[in-house]
Nanobody, 130 residues
Framework: QVQLVESGGGSVQPGGSLRLSCAAS????????LAWFRRAPGKEREGVSC????????YYGDSAKGRFTISKAADKNMVYLQMNNLKPEDPAVYYC???????????????????????WGKGTQVTVSS
């Protein structure tokens, strides 16, 4: 079974940047995309970004638009989330997730979209503080 491992989390000041990585082992052509989610304290899991591997199209949750960028390595075994201009409301555990069943990123980024994802990493903590 494919395994996802997130890394790159840490503590930054407001306005700072982090790049998260999602390393996928056992990733095959059956996996058509990958998404990033986050769970902040006291809140439900929220879609952050999503990519379709077939054409490289990307989608973002409202909180990430204009600040975060999802990208992938050429061999599709590593996906990154570049986070710029981090804000005090961004601290959360960030997860990458995927599914063997093709999924529409636009839907996945919407409310409750995370329920369609079957394979999750364990998450990486992002903290924003001064």
């Amino acid at each position: 079974q494919v395994q996802l491992v997130e890394s790159g989390g840490g503590s930054v000041q407001p306005g700072g940047s982090l790049r998260l990585s999602c390393a996928a082992s056992g990733f095959t052509s059956g996996y058509t995309g990958l998404a990033w989610f986050r769970r902040a304290p006291g809140k439900e899991r929220e879609g952050v970004s999503c990519m379709h591997f077939s054409d490289g199209s990307t989608y973002y949750g409202d909180s990430a638009k204009g600040r975060f960028t999802i990208s992938k390595a050429a061999d599709k075994n590593m996906v990154y989330l570049q986070m710029n201009n981090l804000k005090p409301e961004d601290p959360a555990v960030y997860y990458c997730a995927t599914n063997l069943t093709p999924f529409p990123c636009q839907v996945v980024m919407g409310p409750g979209g995370h329920v369609g994802m079957d394979i999750w990493g364990k998450g990486t903590q992002v903290t924003v503080s001064s």
